[in-house]
Every structure is written in C-alpha cells, then in structure tokens.
C-alpha cells in the first residue's frame, strides 16, 4: 500500500522524542504505539495541513517509514477506518482516500443537493472534476511524474469543454445527425450536448457566480478539491487559478482515474491509447481541441 | 364547377426523413419567436397594469440594441441596454413613472435570457418521423441573449445566432455580397434623397458589418485552440487577404457615404430629414469603427498564428506512461448518452473528489451553541484617533493678492496687445516683486496650452510672442515680448469636438 519514496535528504529532525521506535521494539504494540498511529492517521484527514509545518506530524511520518512495525500499524488503523494509504512521504503527507462506504467518502448528494433530483446535474458535477484532472494533467507522463505540478484556470477548463463539446456538435451537423433528444428518453441525450446548452455564466444578483452555470460548477470543483488539499488557490484571474499538490496527483493516478477508466471499460467503451498525450495535436487529424486561456503548460 | 384535379397524378409529399427535414427546420425557426409572443401573453401575469406595454416590440429592440453594440471581444453591456431602452418603453406609457419603465425593460431582458430556468434557454418540442418511420418528439434548446464572460469577469450580452435569424431573417446568404448589395442600395437612395430607407439600409448593412466580424472572431477563436482545426495554408489566409480587401473597401465606401451624408445633413431643410441625416452619420461612423476594430484584428492574425503553431505544434515528444485523462476518458466520455456517461462521472467524482470528516455534534455542545447569545457586531470598527494636524508654512514664492495683481494686469483686450517692457513698468509701480510674475507669467505665454484650451472649451487665450525686439530692463533680458490674448470660438470647438467623438 504505502509507497516509501527515497526523497528525503532534507529529512529534518527536530527534537525528536524518539519513543519507543526502532525494529527492536517493533513487535510489542503498546497503546501509545495505537494512540500514535491513529495520531497519523488524524493528520492524513486533514489534507491541508503540510509536514513541514507540523514538527509532530514530520516525525511520525519519519517512524512510519523507518518502522516497518509502526507504519503496519497505522496501514491497519486507516484500514480499519475505511482508508486507503495511498503514500506516506514527505512531499504528501500521509496521503490517504476513503473507501466508497467509508464514513469519510464524499457523496454527490451531500456535494451538491441538486444532483439528487436531476441527472445532467450530477453530471456536470462529475465532468467538471473529470475534466478539471484532465486539465491538471494533460499528458500521461505529467500524471507519472512526481515532480509535475498541474495548473488550471476556472475559465480555462469550461473554454476547454465547451469547445469540445462544439467540435462534437460540428461532426454531428456534418453527419447530419438530429441530436436533438426525444422529449420521453432525456437520459438519451448525448452528454457533451448536456454541456452545450447550459449557459456558461449568468449575472447575479450579488454579483457571485451563478452556482448553476457551467462556470459556477466548475468553479465549485476547484473549490471543493482546494479544500481536499488537492488544490492550491494561487490567484483570481480567470475565474480564479489554481496548482496542483502532489496529493491531487496520486489521487487521480491511483483511485479517480482508474476507477472511471474501469467503469468505462463496463460499458463497452475501449478508448485505445498508444501511452502519448492526445492533447497535443495528434499527427493526424484534428480530432482534439485546445482552448484559449487553459493554461495547458506545454513544455517547449 | 370543380375541376378535375390534377393533384392526383402528382405523388404525394415523402413523408420520410428528407422532407422532414425542411419542416424541422422551419419549426425550429418558428420556435424561436415564441418566446417574444409569450411576453405579450404572460404581460396580464405581472402585477399592476402592463397591458399597455407592447412587450414584444420592446423584445425586439433588445435584441436589435445587444446586436448592434456587441462589440468583436465582449458583449453589450447590461446596463447599457437598459439604459438604452427606456426611451422608447416611456414613449410606449408616457403617463406612467419612471421606476416602471425601468421594471418593464428588465423584466423583459430578464425573460430573453430566461432568468428562471437553470439552462438560461429555452426549449421547443416539435415531431419528426425517423428513418424507420416512426415517429419522435425531440426537444430543440435554444437561446436568444446569452450572458458571456469579459474581460475582468464582468458579464456581457450577447445574441445569439437564433436571436440574429429571427431579428434579420433568412440570413443564410453570402455575408459579403449581401453587403454589397445593402450599400449600393444606400447610395441609390441617398443620391434620390430618400432618406428613409437609406437609413433602413444602413442598418442592415451594420447588421452585416457585425455578422462579419463575428465570423472572424470565432475563426481566430479556433486557430488559438487548435491551429490544426482550422485551413492555414490556404483557406484562412485567402480569408484573411480577402476581408482586409473588404475592410479597405468598405472604409473607402462608407468615408464616401459619410461625406455626403454630412453634405445632405447640413443642406437638409425639412428637420425631420435633417434628423434621419444626423442620425444615419452615426451608423456610418460606427460602421466605420467595425471596420477599424476588424482590420487591427486581422492584422494580429498571422502573428498569432506563428506564435500558436510554436506552442501547439513544436512541443517536444515525450516519455509514455500512465493515464491519458483526455484521450481515454474526457473524449471517449461525451459522445455517450447522458445515463452512461453520468456512470463514469459518478466513478470518478466519488474517487477522485477526495475526502470529509464527518462533523459530529454532541449534545452538551449544542446546548451551549444554541443558548449562546449572538456576538454584537462592530459596525463602526476601533475608535479613531483625532489626528495631529501641523500646519505647513506657507512658502509660496507669490501670494495670492500678487497672482490676482499680476492676472489683472495681463488682462487684456483682445484688439490692443501689449509689450511685455510695458506691463513691467506698470507692476513695477504697484510691488517691486510683481515683475517676476509677470514676466513668468509672460513666458509661459509664449508657448501657449492651445490644446488644453480646446479641450476645456476656454474662450479667452493669452500669448505671447517674440518679434526680435530686446528687452531694456533693469532687472529681466531677453526678448521684449507681444503679449495679447486672442478669442476662441468655443461654440464651433464644442461642435467640432461633438463631431470627432
């Protein structure tokens, strides 16, 4: 589960009160050892809270990974929790993601109370976190590398959909395709059409975001996943700009995109990949769109 | 009497999918108006006495007003189009106040975006027959204003291409030429006088001053996302070599239009044409302007492209592993049906979304939370201090009495200038020190602020000037300077002013 990454050479060690550590007493667990572990686990769900702020959280990351008998330990309570270690190092923290029945796991419902009652709702939810990754990461080796940090413009990432969702529309007016749904069959819809056609922002009365448009959703995504640690705020232009922490990075990589990549693949999906970015042009065709003011940091 | 009907020997309409295609379009196009008539119908609904409204004009001048001042980057400005549309609201109930003029234009734009619903659109049903022949409701979404984001995150109106069809009408036609032909029409009427129509003309010319530059903008739009999306070897820059010919043309044109205009304005004798003149000058001139904002616009566009086929084309091939978030789910993901494709979103969401500790109250705590009187809150903040002012010495090199002496003195009349060695002597008479300003004051005339004056409209301007005479003085050298003050004509500065703005 855990993941030890050798990049510790700055590994500072404050005044540290190493207890009972070391393999030799690895195998007596007494309740302070329990108490310790689960003190670790507490400071994983806070995902904002930084090791190099903390000097308590810094040392028990440093006996997880110098104490195989500890870091078992504190894998079994998160475990026991209904937490999945994701990895523990200094750059992270004690990245952990809760279990789909965990106590701790976030529910549409609960994120957004519209989406119970309606379905292009909850899935505009969900494309904007999807997409919001997608933008994050825009080729497969920025989401393996673990030095790489995302950026992401609120504007920038519903320009980018919306100019997705225009290309499809284009192909099917060349196809002469009537996407127009029927009336009694709305789950028929074609989902970019969902996109398409709500509004991408709308005045207010208190001149806030419209919460309903495509930019007050996925200004809340960036919003809710600041507040998961996955995201940092670095500024208010463009609907505000946001960075990726390396967190956000082994979420993505180890649970989120997997498990839709799973769910797709039950629906008969198969997207192919040869392993390169499609989001840069592909050599041929033009199958794939940039928007202006993404932000995609291309690497010249 | 009946005759024999040939109708029977004719085969009757298909009624399969290629006739009805037509008549989907055309129900498409009818629905795009029913929300102007349901203004009128849904007035009775609004409380207080509206009847007198006529809401669908009003509509329709909205959606005219947001068309013509949609600019090539943004959008028309809300407030402006409210303010815009007053007038003719009041013209329609003259008797009735102010405050529900202003009501009965929102409520219209309100009802053009449609505030209410959660798309900001509207929707149709209508029917077709499928290629199996069975026949399908389908709903057509549609909007007519639209709120887009600006610059700074404001919000902008803009109308969209439904809203263009139903205001113009069938507009599928050849932007250009359609152009051409608007203004030639123009020049026969204005050259006949008819000033009426010209001005008709005019504005529909401006309509397709707007389209154009519209369709521009939507194809530098997709050069910058994807200069692949978009023809650069030959489509585009044919365009583009293509309008700047336009724009020069037309700007040639339209500054021939705008001269006669003025010369029939100026030469009108009836106001009313003299009124339809002044007004038809405004168009030109913001025709004009179009013009000016598209050709910089298309002057842009090639280093724009270079710099994006640098950035899109030329990044270097990179290392291969993990996910493409792209490529295999965003793309794959949104040709799907709503139902499916909501499966993968949900995946991802309840993975990818991270996580919340859930909030447990105990009892004892909320007791004490609720039972908590509420903090007063400071309104007016921290005391403030009284602040220690000191005052500053006057160190003024004139007072005030002196600038009043020295004004007075450099006073003159328009038709009798004086020379500066004159108006020394006389200071000099009443304060030894007024010499000093007065030749300062002399100087500074000498390059006179003519700009400024025009700006601020002065009537009167002093001056000075140098016709090689020295000056005699005891204490000053230099030239023995003219000083006079010439009149401006502010009426005609005001008008000329008028007129460049």
């Known amino acids: ?87 523990v190092s200094a750059r992270a923290g004690m990245a952990i993601a809760a279990d789909e029945d965990s106590v701790f796991a976030v529910r549409m419902g609960d994120y957004a109370r519209r989406t119970a009652a309606d379905s292009a709702d909850r899935f505009l939810h969900g494309l904007a976190h999807l997409a919001v990754a997608a933008l994050a990461f825009p080729r497969p080796e920025d989401l393996a590398d673990d030095g790489y940090i995302g950026r992401i413009t609120v504007n920038g990432v519903d320009a980018f959909v919306r100019q997705t969702c225009r290309r499809l529309e284009q192909r099917a007016e060349e196809l002469g395709e009537n996407t127009d749904p029927a009336t009694d069959a709305p789950g028929l819809e074609a989902a970019w059409r969902v996109y398409a056609r709500r509004s991408s922002t709308g005045a207010t009365k208190d001149a806030r975001r419209l919460a309903g448009s495509t930019t007050g959703i996925v200004g809340k995504a960036a919003a809710f996943l600041t507040e998961s640690g996955f995201l940092q705020r670095t500024g208010d232009e463009a609907g505000g700009t946001y960075r990726t922490t390396p967190r956000y990075q082994l979420q993505v990589r180890d649970m989120a995109g997997s498990a839709a990549m799973a769910e797709l693949l039950e629906l008969g999906v198969v997207p192919v990949s040869d392993g390169s970015a499609t989001l840069l042009p592909p050599p041929e065709g033009d199958d794939l769109e940039l928007a202006a003011d993404a932000g995609l940091p291309f690497h010249a | 009497m009946t005759l024999p009907a040939p109708a029977k020997t004719l085969p009757s309409p ?36 509206y009847g007198v409204y006529a809401m669908a004009e009003v509509a329709l001048a909205a959606i005219d007003m947001v068309t013509l001042n949609m600019d090539f980057d943004t959008g028309a400005d809300h407030e402006q189009i409210v303010t815009r549309l007053l007038p003719r609201v009041a013209a329609q109930a003259p008797a009735r106040p102010a405050a529900e003029h202003e009501r009965v234009v929102r409520w219209v734009l309100e009802n053009l975006i449609n505030v209410g619903s959660v798309d900001r659109g509207f929707r149709a049903i209508y029917g077709t027959f499928g290629p199996d022949g069975a026949y399908v409701r389908r709903d057509y979404d549609f909007k007519l204003i639209e709120e887009v ?37 123009l020049e026969v009427l204005i050259s006949r006088g008819r000033l009426a129509d010209a001005q008709l003309a005019a504005e529909q010319a401006r309509y397709r001053t707007v389209q154009y530059a519209e369709t521009l903008r939507r194809t530098l739009d997709a050069t910058r996302r994807n200069v692949r999306a978009v023809d650069w070897l030959q489509a585009v820059p044919d365009m583009i070599a293509e ?34 003149a002044a007004e038809l000058v405004d168009i030109v001139k913001d025709c004009i302007r179009r013009h000016t ?48 494709a909501r499966r993968v979103t949900d995946a991802f ?95 500074h005339a000498a390059s006179p602020a003519v700009g400024t004056a025009y700006r601020q409209g002065e009537e009167r301007l002093l001056f000075a000037v140098d016709d090689g005479t020295q000056l005699e003085d005891a204490e000053f050298g230099g030239a023995d300077l ?17 007129e460049a703005a």
């Open chain 1, 1 to 87: 589960m855990s993941d030890h990454h050798a990049e510790h050479p700055a590994w500072s060690e404050p005044d540290a009160p190493s207890a009972p550590a070391g393999p030799a007493h690895a195998h007596a667990v007494t309740p302070a050892d329990a108490a310790d572990a689960a003190r670790l686990v507490s400071f994983g769900l806070q995902p904002k809270l930084l090791p190099a702020r903390d000097a308590e959280y810094a040392e028990l990351l440093r006996r997880y990974r110098e104490d195989p008998g500890f870091g078992r330990l504190a894998d079994a309570v998160a475990t026991g929790l209904g937490l999945v270690v994701l990895e």
């Open chain 2, 14 to 49: 298909a009624p399969g999918p290629a006739a009805d295609e037509g008549l989907a379009r055309r129900l498409r196009a009818l629905a795009c108006t029913a929300p102007l008539h349901d203004l009128d119908v849904r007035k009775a609904n609004l409380a207080g006495e």
């Open chain 2, 149 to 185: 984001l600006g610059h700074g995150g404001a919000v902008y109106l803009r109308t969209t291409d439904e809203a263009v069809n139903v205001l113009v009408g069938a507009l599928d036609t050849d932007v250009t030429s359609a152009q051409i032909a608007a203004e030639v029409k």
């Open chain 2, 243 to 276: 309008a700047l010919d336009h724009v020069a043309d037309r700007y040639r044109h339209e500054n021939a239009i705008l001269t006669n205009i003025r010369k029939a304005r100026d030469e009108a004798e009836e106001p009313e044409n003299k009124r339809r």
């Open chain 2, 293 to 340: 904002q598209l050709q910089s616009r298309l002057l842009d566009a090639g280093p724009l492209f270079r710099a994006e086929q640098d950035r899109q084309a030329f990044a270097a091939p990179a290392p291969r592993s993990g996910i493409d978030l792209y490529g295999q789910l965003v793309a794959p993901l949104l040709p799907l049906p709503l139902e499916r």
């Open chain 2, 349 to 443: 969401f309840a993975s990818g979304a991270g996580l919340r500790t859930p909030v447990s109250v105990r009892v004892g705590d909320l007791v004490d939370i609720l039972l908590t009187p509420p903090v007063e809150r400071e309104h007016l903040g921290a005391e403030m201090r009284e602040p220690d002012l000191i005052a500053t010495p006057d160190d003024s090199r004139f007072s005030e009495e002196q600038l009043a002496a020295a004004t007075r003195l450099l006073d003159l009349p328009h038709d009798a200038p004086r020379r500066l060695s004159g108006l020394l002597a006389e200071a000099r008479r009443s304060d030894p020190d007024l010499p000093y300003l007065v030749a300062l004051l002399a100087v």
């Open chain 2, 482 to 498: 003219i000083v006079g003050t010439a009149l401006l004509d502010a009426a005609g500065m005001a008008a000329d002013r008028a």
